[in-house]
């Protein structure tokens, strides 16, 4: 998040001269969080698709334009950083307009307005107005403007990870008071009758959201134009009645096992498509960016061996989220844009590389030295002798600690759900927002991920038995 | 007049401070058997292991069979490498690849250096395996076979590049006395048949029976070098009657 902020402070911004920027690039790419219901989110009466006020405000004026809208879903504190990284032209997702922002960003003319409220549990009694906010626990995205609120108030503010996290660390009264929007707050109220939590008081606050593009993007003519159209042919009002009249009856919310079963599939799919191919994309990469920095480690030039002791030095003496946001979002500052999937990809190789290859390099060196002396005694060259008599041995010896390796790469995958990569745990994150059963979902979550892992333990000890048949027992 | 397969001319060889070898030259006849004698850190390991550059000397010129160095001057990889595929390496401790069956430890020189037909290089390996006795351990791992047993394979594995000389670094001294007879007798059959053969040992008997020439180095110098009838029937120099004294009567 840190690193988010850098990035923020140090953007530099694209000027954009065409005519109609969007109508001539016929595509609309729209950062959101798709987990801030009922604005942006996996709609489960829409099978789980990406929904809600802003996200059909932003589809509606993609048909205005005649554009394709393709959505980035990517967490409140990255959507900035995200949005200079050049991942999208706008952002969708209830952005209120402050002068502070106007400063950095365009924005087009509002088309939501709302009330901040004052949430509490329901046995609190000690608020009453935004001055009562003073010394009180507030649970926010610390760059929302909600955050702004509640700080100038006086609260403290504890960081989570939008308003679905921050109202479910309120029940569990971890923190004092939630300051939101009013219809966030309401929608979960009327899907959640039984949640220990109450509107306190009212911040007399109204504010505008709008788009927020790039400064000097040029979208903004095109933006109002079609905002205007809605507005002036009925669509924002339809939009608005279909996810903001909170009142309304909403379907029955289903059970929590209906919900596990009806996501069995979906969080299954995210593991096959993304998280299994990121783990063994990235493990095989890294295991050839292994062997060659073990090798230069191991070879008799200076210059090799310092590159390669840097190397392992900077991978394993920084955060792996760290690094992953370094390859996403600091590298398109220097004109680097590398999409999620690869950007993923690229981060955890470089961080197996680096583990790996220390494990590589003792496997090389438990080898005894005959074993050299013997294959350049058949006339073995250095290729030959490692590809031939080392390697095969040294395997027997790398391969338990690196199966380790491979199992904690499976896990640290759900690290890319932080990068925008729609993986296993982040499709949990998107199902779990709306109907708040965290519990059950990342419980299932977390049984996939035991799932593969208990399959490569299995693959791994048959290779083990395979590598041992040539040792005495 | 036999041509000599082996000429060394000045050969030395230091570890940092430690000088091994200072000033070494002989000559070994082709198809004659040659034993290296000498107390420990005389530097006869060293003295051996230089002929196959794995060890190599720091000045003097090796000649083995059509190959020449003069290693006080740089020499080109490739150069190094013809010179050391003129000669076969048997090691004090086997050192055959464990991964390997002990067929594929056999053919692995000549398939995949050599690059012979896989076929014609199995055949070759097994009829050096009836050689030594192993036929029947064709398919057997290192781990499943003794001492005595690891080590005729690692002639074996020698042998099967077809090298001009042959280079043996005491071996039998790691292995179980009762296996020591077994690989001496493979050995003293090569001579006999005629290979030329160099041998760091230990075994003063086997040497006196097999040599046609006997080095004694101490010191880093080969202080004396003749028949086996001359070095060990009736050495000249104090040094060497000591050292065969030592050897012979322990106690």
């Known amino acids: 998040m840190l690193l988010a902020a850098l990035i923020l402070t140090a953007c530099g911004s694209s000027t954009n001269t065409s005519k109609d920027p969007i109508k001539s690039a016929g595509v609309l790419r729209v950062g959101t969080e798709g987990v801030y219901a009922p604005y942006s989110f996996h709609d489960p009466s829409q099978g789980g698709q990406l929904a809600g006020y802003d996200v059909d405000v932003a589809r509606a004026v993609g048909e205005k334009l005649g554009v394709d809208v393709e959505f980035v879903e990517t967490s409140w504190d990255s959507i900035f950083a995200a949005l200079e990284a050049n991942r999208f032209d706008i952002v969708a997702n209830e952005v209120t307009i402050t002068d502070e922002r106007k400063a950095k960003y365009d924005f087009s003319e509002p088309y939501s307005i709302s009330e901040g409220v004052i949430v509490t549990r329901k046995d609190d009694n000690s608020i009453k107005s935004l001055a009562d906010l003073k010394g009180k626990r507030a649970a926010e995205s610390p760059t929302s403007n909600w955050a702004e609120v509640a700080r100038k108030a006086g609260a403290e503010i504890e960081s989570v990870d939008g308003?679905?996290?921050?109202?479910?660390?309120?029940?569990?009264?971890?923190?004092?008071?939630?300051?939101?929007?009013?219809?966030?707050?309401?929608?979960?109220?009327a899907e959640h009758p039984d949640a220990p939590i109450k509107i306190a008081a009212k911040t007399d606050e109204r504010s505008n959201q709008g788009f927020a593009a790039r400064k000097n993007s040029g979208l903004v003519p095109e933006l109002n134009k079609a905002l205007d159209e809605l507005r002036t042919d009925g669509t924002l009002t339809k939009i608005s009645q279909r996810y903001l009249d909170v009142d309304l009856s909403k379907a029955a919310p289903r059970s929590t096992w209906q919900l596990i079963l009806d996501n069995l599939w979906p969080l299954a799919r995210a593991a096959i498509e993304k998280t299994i191919p990121l783990t063994i994309i990235s493990f095989v990469i890294g295991l050839v960016i292994a062997l060659a920095v073990a090798l230069a480690r191991l070879s008799s030039n200076v210059i090799l061996t310092n590159i390669a002791r840097f190397y392992i030095s900077i991978i394993r003496g920084t955060p792996l989220l760290?690094?992953?946001?370094?390859?996403?979002?600091?590298?398109?500052?220097?004109?680097?844009?590398?999409?999620?999937?690869?950007?993923?990809?690229?981060?955890?190789?470089?961080?197996?590389?680096?583990?790996?290859?220390?494990?590589?390099?003792?496997?090389?060196?438990?080898?005894?030295?005959?074993?050299?002396?013997?294959?350049?005694?058949?006339?073995?060259?250095?290729?030959?002798?490692?590809?031939?008599?080392?390697?095969?041995?040294?395997?027997?010896?790398?391969?338990?600690?690196?199966?380790?390796?491979?199992?904690?790469?499976?896990?640290?995958?759900?690290?890319?759900?932080?990068?925008?990569?729609?993986?296993?745990?982040?499709?949990?994150?998107?199902?779990?927002?709306?109907?708040?059963?965290?519990?059950?979902?990342y419980g299932t979550a977390a049984l996939y991920y035991w799932i593969i892992c208990l399959v490569l333990s299995f693959g791994q000890s048959r290779f083990e038995r395979r590598l041992e048949r040539y040792v005495a027992r | 007049m036999t041509e000599n397969r082996v000429v060394a001319e000045g050969v030395h060889k230091a570890f940092g401070d430690n000088k091994?070898?200072?000033?070494?030259?002989?000559?070994?006849?082709?198809?004659?058997?040659?034993?290296?004698?000498?107390?420990?850190?005389?530097?006869?390991?060293?003295?051996?292991?230089?002929?196959?550059?794995l060890d190599r000397a720091d000045a003097g010129v090796i000649r083995v069979d059509d190959v020449e160095i003069d290693f006080s001057t740089p020499t080109p990889k490739s150069e190094v490498r013809r010179f050391q595929s003129r000669s076969g390496f048997v090691f004090q401790g086997h050192n055959l690849f464990p991964h390997k069956t002990v067929l594929q430890n056999i053919i692995e020189g000549p398939v995949f250096v050599q690059k012979r037909p896989k076929e014609e290089a199995e055949s070759e390996a097994l009829e050096l395996l009836n050689q030594v006795g192993l036929a029947e351990k064709r398919d057997q791992y290192p781990y499943q076979l003794s001492g005595g047993q690891q080590q005729r394979v690692g002639i074996a594995r020698a042998l099967a590049l077809k090298p001009k000389l042959v280079l043996f670094d005491e071996p039998t001294s790691a292995l179980d006395p009762e296996l020591v007879g077994e690989v001496l007798s493979v050995i003293k059959d090569l001579a006999v048949e005629g290979w030329t053969l160099v041998i760091v040992t230990h075994e003063i008997q086997f040497a006196r029976q097999v040599s046609n020439q006997v080095l004694f180095t101490d010191q880093g110098i080969i202080l004396e070098r003749g028949t086996p009838e001359e070095v060990i029937g009736n050495p000249k120099e104090e040094r060497t009657r000591q050292f065969l004294d030592r050897i012979l009567n322990p106690l």
Do not use: M
């Open chain 1, 322 to 441: 760290v690094q992953l946001f370094i390859v996403f979002f600091a590298l398109p500052q220097i004109g680097v844009k590398i999409d999620p999937f690869p950007a993923a990809v690229i981060a955890f190789s470089l961080n197996v590389g680096g583990y790996a290859a220390e494990i590589i390099r003792s496997a090389i060196q438990s080898i005894p030295k005959g074993q050299w002396e013997a294959a350049e005694t058949i006339g073995l060259n250095y290729v030959g002798a490692l590809r031939r008599i080392i390697l095969p041995q040294a395997s027997r010896v790398a391969v338990p600690p690196l199966s380790n390796t491979l199992i904690s790469l499976v896990k640290d995958t759900s690290l890319a759900s932080t990068i925008l990569v729609t993986e296993l745990f982040r499709t949990a994150q998107n199902v779990a927002a709306p109907t708040f059963e965290f519990f059950a979902l």
């Open chain 2, 20 to 53: 091994v070898l200072k000033g070494v030259s002989f000559t070994v006849e082709q198809g004659t058997a040659t034993t290296i004698i000498g107390p420990s850190g005389s530097g006869k390991t060293t003295l051996l292991r230089t002929l196959n550059a």
């Open chain 1, 163 to 189: 308003f679905t996290q921050a109202i479910s660390v309120l029940n569990d009264g971890r923190v004092d008071v939630v300051v939101n929007d009013n219809i966030s707050v309401l929608a979960y109220q």
